[in-house]
Nanobody, 122 residues
């Protein structure tokens, strides 16, 4: 059973940085595509970034391109999201997600964790 545990969220001022981590267990991590999506209060899930199982290809939402970097360490079963130049509109709950199908939207990935809160103040 897929288990995903996120960490690294917090409160920062605009322009600051955070690094999110997600530790995976219960499945063959290196066989699954991974991604991050976020959800702000009253809003729908928004895909942020995704990465192929081998880490060789990534896709980003236009809203985070050039500011966020997704990466993975298959030896540590861990997914990362480096977030720089944070903006107040980046505020939300960030979820790590896993799926075998890279072509899906991240928000539709089949498994996700409990989330970690990111708050960016102006």
């Amino acid at each position: 059973q897929v288990q995903l545990v996120e960490s690294g969220g917090g409160s920062v001022q605009a322009g600051g940085s955070l690094r999110l981590s997600c530790v995976a267990s219960g499945y063959t991590y290196s066989s699954y595509c991974m991604g991050w999506f976020r959800q702000a209060p009253g809003k729908e899930r928004e895909g942020v970034a995704k990465i192929t199982s081998d880490g060789g290809f990534t896709v980003y939402a236009d809203s985070v391109k050039g500011r966020f970097t997704i990466s993975r360490d298959n030896a540590k079963n861990t997914l990362y999201l480096q977030m720089n130049s944070l903006k107040p509109e980046d505020t939300g709950m960030y979820y790590c997600a896993a799926d075998r199908a890279f072509g899906k939207r991240v928000a539709d990935f089949g498994s996700w964790g409990q989330g970690t809160q990111v708050i960016v103040s102006s």
